[in-house]
């Protein structure tokens, strides 16, 4: 059984970096054809896609995020880590780490998220930006 557990800094300060670590057990992120994903879900708002990095290693973005996101893993560790540079109130949200097959188009270019694609997930953590 596959296990995500996502943690970090619940309270970031505008401006500055979020990073958030998805811890994953009970199967190797290096290893099957997954793709490993940030997810958020901000107040009141449905769920949007923020990027995701391949079993190989590569990364894709929502372009929108692009310049502000970095994804990267750990195989030692098996962690995967979310990077979110200069954050501002509205990237206050419930950040997720879910696991897929495929990432679909429409997830790349809108960051629409299709629960069904995902088949494990994390609890999610809250992180709230405010001064």
Excluded at 64 to 93: F, G, H, M, W, Y
């Amino acid at each position: 059984q596959v296990q995500l557990q996502e943690s970090g800094p619940g309270l970031v300060k505008p401006s500055q970096t979020l990073s958030l670590t998805c811890t994953v057990s009970g199967g190797s992120i290096a290893t099957n054809y997954n793709y490993w994903s940030w997810i958020r879900q901000p107040p009141g708002k449905g769920l949007e896609w923020i990027g995701a990095i391949h079993n190989s290693g590569g990364t894709i973005y929502r372009p929108s995020l692009k310049s502000r996101t970095s994804i990267s893993r750990d195989t030692s560790k098996n962690k995967i880590t979310l990077q979110l540079t200069s954050v501002a109130p509205e990237d206050t949200a419930v950040y997720y780490c879910a696991r897929s097959k495929t990432i679909g188009a429409q997830t790349i270019t809108r960051g629409t998220v299709d629960r069904g694609e995902y088949d494990y997930w994390g609890q999610g953590t809250q992180v709230t930006v405010s001064s």
